[in-house]
């Protein structure tokens, strides 16, 4: 069993910045691919970007490429996702999740996650 508490949400204006962080425990952090979703009401939960269990790998979601940077201490047994340049758009709650094996950064489907934490309210007004 993995627990995830995210925290850092909050509102920004547009353009501006935020930093998420996720908190894990549980298992032993450093085996395990993390990552980041985000649902907009009425919404799925699409998502954003994961880092492999070292850091050497990571991927985004195309709208966010370039704009936010996703990184991992496994000495803290956390993961951030630093967001630039926020846009409306970004608007959304934002979820830590972890999946095994901790090597594979690219499933995107929500599904395929394993353990989820309970969320965190990014707002960005235009």
């Known amino acids: 069993q993995v627990q995830l508490v995210e925290s850092g949400g909050g509102l920004v204006q547009a353009g501006g910045s935020l930093r998420l962080s996720c908190a894990a425990s549980?298992?032993?952090?450093?085996?395990?691919?993390m990552g980041w979703f985000r649902q907009a009401p009425g919404q799925e939960r699409d998502f954003v970007a994961a880092i492999s269990w070292n850091g050497g790998k990571t991927h985004y979601a195309d709208s966010v490429k370039g704009r936010f940077t996703i990184s991992r201490d496994n000495a803290k047994d956390s993961v951030y996702l630093e967001m630039n340049s926020q846009k409306a758009e970004d608007t959304a709650v934002y979820y830590c999740?972890?999946?095994?094996?901790?090597?594979?950064?690219?499933?995107?489907?929500?599904?395929?996650?394993?353990?989820w934490g309970q969320g965190t309210q990014v707002t960005v007004s235009s």
């Open positions: 999740a972890v999946r095994f094996p901790g090597n594979i950064v690219d499933v995107t489907t929500s599904t395929e996650w394993n353990y």
């Open positions: 549980g298992r032993t952090f450093s085996a395990y691919t």
